[in-house]
């Protein structure tokens, strides 16, 4: 279709929607009126189950079924990526470029790694008591390594970055959630049943097995992320395009702990 | 244990596997990796087949019902119906088939990885098996955004080359974006009645009279669904999809995910929408129908004419995916029981062809009809596989997609009397052009065709084979595998009890009360009365004449020249796939008008 | 007007399918999905919202005090991890797309026709 064409497609379809989608929130309840019955028996669901957050509770205890399927999406993403984002047949590796940074860039960005890392932590361990938890966790600790790459360089980062550990951690991270609900049923209950002691409403140990679920997600978002960060930039700085052929293949050895490349064998 | 214990466990159990097989994959060879793929695949196939016989044996009973982690109406239910339970068990079987057909297959996975191939095929299982068991609606969206994620990975798999690139991208955008109207769909829903398993919402609609909120929330849940089942206007990205994806990913999406989709456009309907709070059932077949019939004849007629051979067989699934429409939107439990046997049948046919056009493609790097032309007489035993399964696509009895066919045209034609003779249209169609193609590419048969009168834009069939070099032996799963598939299918039409449980588990599905009761007050939910699938007089003969009609159409294909005239008269057809990703977009967007205005006579 | 946040998630549903429609760039076509999507983010925590309602965590509130929904809140989150991945995904396509292409304009792109 010409660029007209599709245009007016669209028009008139978004017409059609426009209507549609306008006529359903006239009919939608009063903005910010109306309690839904689903919510409020999650509350009364999460306050039995110790859980201050109600949220991590319903993530990970009332619809931990739900985060199962999320998690693996993240999961399967990562190794999707890691298949697209392979070194083509074609295409072969150089090593990154010692890279020059300005020294104030270098302090905050040295300065600000542990801090951004114990954060991420932080946020991981408390997700059953504060707004947080595994998912933004995981996000924050797996970038706060990355601040490595903006105080140093690709290889500085390569060097603390060993991806074959990372991955192993995002299949682990996955694997624990998954083992946590056949221990369940195990131990005579129903998937990813909470088995365990709820503890005390509002400290570190509460929650039972949303506990552990939520470590989990944290661990595999974590390794998840930076191996997902990690095959985009080893496009950005790494892999050399067919026909960009100027520099050498890298050689094979294994530096760097970076053990995941596809090298061509020498 | 209990059965509705194991529901949960046909979803972990892959999941658990591909994070083995994601966490050792660098450490083993290709033959364990391969090994252990499989032996989680099939522990999944015999849980689901487990459900399946408990959920299914016949005489007054109930099916499992799980709440996942215990939560009773606090969580997330999942609901063992035959239905959803056979089609777990179809899901599980097909992945089996695939993981044996792809052992020796591909060149070599990616260095390093070498589990990644079967651990994303068992999450794509994880994911349509748990879309298959679901009672939720919410739930439904995360395993169809699932296997939507995995999908698009796994068609763009050959990075090398550069159609499954655009392929999978099509596929992704459009698809992700049909997931999102379905969600904003969901949302509605939960707005209105602050509830999201299926049976809690549809008992709260019915509480109140259907409005534009009803109505709006089922277009819009409906449109994500149908974007997955390919119907017309949202099917552009299937061929695209489905001709480039690695061949093992097509027997898996052409056999099953799109059905799924077809089947997720029924459940949410009986579930949520079909009592009086929601849409109409004279509503709801009037725009199935409309849809149903469009996509069927589209299907049809794009498919006769493609030369790319994966390409045909996609179009053939889009043709078929509208009669599987059609059958579901007839509202009968004969319909529902028929089309559920004709997507069996069609699962190991279709799944059987493109295995064969996979044999094609590694040996002489193309799947192109009329580059291929005479050239696989050497590969007699493909030949007949590809025969057969071009019979079975016609609906030949005693194939099991030939009862399932004859079932749901006799349930159709209860609603309209030419709905009948429109499956055997569609299925003599593209039955015969795999049938042409067949007899061209294995047989020789008639004038080599020329490419000098071709006049419209088109896809050629030209691809790098996906082994390392081309075979020159056919290494036994690849034979193997289809001819399994096809006596699998012949087999579902002729045992008598495949048609019996088929019945009963339409008869089960299309009853919304019990499926309520069932799930949400715990009681036995008995088949109300029902006809099972079984061979009738009619339903041969029509099978008899769609496979005629197919031979008819084949064997004059190949003798005569192409007909430039009609070629060019459905050149503007042709051209709307045109490959564009905004196109594929706008068409989505027009869909969703469609289907506003088809279904709003239901708004009182 | 009490549909005002409603009728703004359709708005943003909107215009992220007119920039899909009419993007020249495939990674300007996948940021304009994640702008679809977050229309779902908006609808669903707009239909969540409760006056004078707090965040759903008890842990220095009481237990009796009035808050939103926290079920959208979470579904939130699961859409918005869903969203993330998928962009992931599409944009390793476009990458390879432009290595294999030479372009990211779709209507450069005519591998795939009829």
């Not at chain 2, 244990?1 to 159990?13: I, S």
């Not at chain 3, 940021?31 to 008890?58: D, E, K, M, W």
Request: aromatic share 8%; charged share 15%.
């Amino acid at each position: 279709m010409s660029s007209r064409v599709r245009l007016w497609v669209f028009l008139v379809g978004a017409a059609g929607f426009a209507a549609l989608f306008a006529a359903a929130c006239f009919d939608l309840p009063a903005f910010g009126t109306v309690p839904h019955p689903y919510g409020a028996r999650a509350v009364h669901a999460a306050l039995s189950h110790h859980t201050a957050n109600v949220i991590a509770s319903v993530n990970f205890d009332l619809r931990a079924f739900d985060t199962l399927g999320e998690e693996t999406i993240l999961f399967s993403a990562v190794i999707g990526t890691v298949v697209l984002l392979r070194q083509a047949r074609d295409e072969h590796r150089k090593d990154p470029e010692p890279a020059t940074v300005h020294p104030p860039v270098r302090r905050f960005a040295l300065l600000t790694l542990p801090f951004a890392l114990l954060l991420g932590l932080y946020v991981i361990a408390h997700g059953q008591i504060s707004p947080g938890g595994g998912f933004q966790g995981g996000v924050v600790t797996a970038t706060a390594l990355h601040l490595l790459y903006i105080a140093a360089d690709y290889r500085a980062l390569e060097r603390v970055r060993p991806l074959t550990l990372y991955e192993i951690g995002e299949a682990a991270g996955e694997a624990a959630y998954v083992i946590n609900g056949l221990a369940a049923v195990l131990a005579g209950s129903a998937f990813l049943a909470n088995v365990l002691p709820f503890g005390t409403i509002a400290t570190l140990s509460s929650g039972g097995t949303a506990m552990v679920l939520n470590a989990a997600v944290g661990l595999e978002v974590t390794s998840g992320i930076v191996v997902l960060l990690a095959r985009f930039l080893d496009q950005a700085v790494e892999i050399e395009e067919p026909g960009e052929d100027d520099g050498s293949p890298r050689d094979t050895g294994d530096s760097g702990g970076n053990g995941d490349d596809e090298r061509e064998p020498a | 244990m209990d059965t509705a214990r194991l529901l949960p466990l046909v979803v972990a159990v892959p999941l658990l596997g591909a994070a083995v097989l994601v966490a050792t994959g660098r450490r083993l060879p290709r033959l364990v990796s391969d090994i252990v793929g499989c032996a989680f695949a099939a522990a999944t196939a015999a849980m689901a087949l487990l459900v399946l016989f408990r959920a299914g044996h016949p005489g007054p009973g109930t099916y499992p019902v799980e709440w996942v982690g215990g939560w009773r109406r606090v969580g997330i239910v999942l609901v063992g119906d035959p239905l959803g339970a056979g089609l777990a068990a179809l899901v599980s079987l097909l992945v089996v088939a695939v993981l044996v057909y792809s052992w020796r297959y591909f060149e070599e996975p990616p260095r390093r990885h070498t589990g990644s191939f079967p651990a994303l095929v068992l999450v794509f299982q994880a994911g349509m098996c748990g879309f298959a068991l679901t009672g939720d609606l919410f739930n439904a969206f995360v395993f169809f955004e699932l296997m939507g994620a995995v999908a698009y990975a796994l068609t763009g798999f050959r990075v090398e080359e550069p159609k499954p690139l655009q392929g999978a991208l099509a596929f992704g955008v459009v698809n992700s974006l049909g997931a999102y109207v379905t969600l904003l769909g969901i949302t509605l829903l939960y707005a209105r009645t602050g509830e999201l398993g299926f049976a809690q919402i549809g008992r709260r609609l019915d509480a109140e009279g259907p409005d534009g909120l009803v109505l709006a929330a089922f277009v819009l849940v409906t449109t994500g669904l149908l974007v997955k089942a390919a119907a017309v206007p949202f099917h552009f990205w299937l061929p695209d999809a489905h001709a480039v994806a690695p061949t093992p990913v097509c027997m898996l999406l052409s056999g099953v995910m799109v059905e799924l989709g077809v089947y997720g456009v029924a459940r949410v309907y009986w579930t949520v929408f079909s009592g009086p709070g929601g849409l109409s059932h004279p509503d709801f077949t009037r725009a199935l129908l409309v849809l149903g019939v469009l996509t069927a004849l589209l299907g049809a007629v794009m498919c006769w004419q493609q030369r790319h051979l994966k390409r045909l067989l996609a179009f053939s699934t889009v043709a078929h995916t509208g009669l599987f429409l059609i059958g579901v939107a007839v509202l009968t439990p004969e319909g529902m029981s028929g089309t559920a046997l004709y997507v069996l049948g069609h699962a190991g046919v279709k799944a059987a062809l493109f295995a064969c056009a996979g044999v094609l493609l590694d040996r002489y790097a193309t799947v192109d009809e009329h580059e291929l032309f005479g050239r696989a007489r050497e590969l007699p035993a493909v030949g007949v596989l590809f025969a057969l399964g071009g019979l079975g696509l016609c609906g030949l009895p005693p194939f099991g997609s030939g009862l399932g066919k004859a079932a749901a045209e006799e349930a159709a034609g209860h609603t309209a009397g030419w709905l009948p003779a429109l499956y055997v249209l569609v299925s003599a169609v593209t039955g015969g052009a795999v049938l042409r193609a067949g007899l061209r590419i294995f047989a020789g048969v008639g004038r080599r065709p020329r490419d000098e009168e071709e006049g419209g834009p088109e896809t050629t069939g030209e691809e790098e084979p996906e082994t390392g070099g081309r075979l020159v032996r056919i290494p036994v799963p690849l034979l193997a595998v289809p001819a399994a598939l096809l006596a699998a299918s012949l087999a579902l039409g002729v045992i008598p009890a495949v048609g019996s449980a088929v019945g009963r588990a339409g008869a089960l599905f299309t009853d919304t009360g019990g499926y309520r009761r069932t799930v949400l007050d715990g009681h036995t939910a008995a088949a109300p009365a029902h006809l099972p699938p079984h061979w009738q007089l009619t339903g041969i003969l029509l099978g008899l004449l769609s496979t005629a009609l197919a031979i008819t159409l084949a064997t004059l294909a190949v003798r005569r020249p192409v007909h430039t005239g009609t070629a060019a008269l459905l050149a503007p057809v042709r051209r709307l796939q045109s490959g564009h990703i905004g196109d594929y977009v706008a068409w989505l967007i027009a869909g969703t008008a469609l289907l506003t205005v088809l279904t709003v006579p239901g708004v009182r | 007007m009490t549909v005002l946040p409603y009728l703004v998630a359709g708005w943003i549903f909107l215009i992220g399918v007119y920039g899909l429609v009419t993007s020249r760039d495939l990674i300007h076509a996948v940021g304009c999905l994640a702008v679809t999507q977050s229309s779902t983010y908006v609808l669903l925590l707009a239909v969540g919202y409760r006056n004078g309602g707090t965040a759903p965590v008890f842990a220095d509130a009481p237990t009796d005090s009035r808050v939103v929904d926290p079920v959208v809140q979470a579904l939130t989150l699961t859409d918005i991890v869903v969203g993330a991945t998928v962009t992931a995904l599409l944009l390793a396509l476009v990458v390879q797309l432009r290595k294999r292409h030479g372009t990211v304009d779709p209507d450069a792109l005519s591998e795939l026709k009829g």
